[in-house]
């Protein structure tokens, strides 16, 4: 069974970073490519970025491009998020997924965890 | 950026009824499109990949079509338990776009 765990989120002031991980089970983690993507309270869906399953190839959305990394450690099967110079606009569930085809689409998702940017 | 519209950005309808969401991609995405369902306080779950292509242990009742730029969701008889609000994606290109929603409610 794939699971998807998330943690690392929590209140940051404006500025501040924060580091979330995503623990992954039940697939071959390295085969993988893994995305994240956030939803801020009450709104839709927004892909944030993606890592290929070597960790040699990353995409960003431009919201975040410079300010986020992300990042996986395929030996301890555990995605990572970068964040610094953060925004209130990034306050949002940030959800892990795994990312397959056909195209890059998400098809196991984690539980997700709350980021909270306020003074 | 290919920027995804969905509509009706909600819809009431009752157990039993028939239920169908569209979504247009701005430029040709082919068949790269999946829809996804979430509901209250939970995680987006995978619905429908390729346009038309069920994920494993999702109910029959729910099919997609579509290709090029137009696509759809059909729920062909609404249950209680699809009450959730839906979520089209196109999976052609980077950067990976999403529509804006349908709230799906039930009379």
């Known amino acids: 069974e794939v699971r998807l765990v998330e943690s690392g989120g929590g209140l940051v002031q404006p500025g501040g970073s924060l580091r979330l991980s995503c623990a992954a089970s039940g697939f071959p983690f390295r085969n993988y490519a893994m995305a994240w993507v956030r939803q801020a309270p009450g709104k839709g869906l927004e892909w944030v970025s993606t890592i290929r399953g070597s960790g040699d190839i990353t995409y960003y959305a431009d919201s975040v491009k410079g300010r986020f990394t992300i990042s996986r450690d395929n030996s301890k099967n555990t995605l990572y998020l970068q964040m610094n110079g953060l925004r209130a606009g990034d306050t949002a569930i940030y959800y892990c997924a795994t990312e397959s085809g056909p195209g890059d689409l998400f098809d196991y998702w984690g539980q997700g965890t709350l980021v909270t940017v306020s003074s | 950026d290919i920027q995804m519209t969905q509509s009706p950005s909600s819809v009431s309808a009752s157990v039993g009824d028939r239920v169908t969401i569209t979504c247009r991609a701005s430029q040709a995405i082919s068949s790269y499109l999946a829809w996804y369902q979430q509901k209250p306080g939970k995680a987006p779950k995978l619905l429908i990949f390729?346009?038309?292509i069920l994920q494993s242990g999702v109910p029959s009742r729910f099919s997609g079509s579509g290709s090029g730029t137009d696509f759809t969701l059909t729920i062909s008889s609404l249950h209680l338990e699809d009450l959730a609000t839906y979520y089209c994606?196109?999976?052609?290109?980077?950067?990976?776009?999403f529509g804006g929603g349908t709230k799906v409610e039930i009379k």
């Open positions: 994606q196109q999976a052609d290109s980077f950067p990976l776009t």
């Open positions: 390729a346009a038309s």
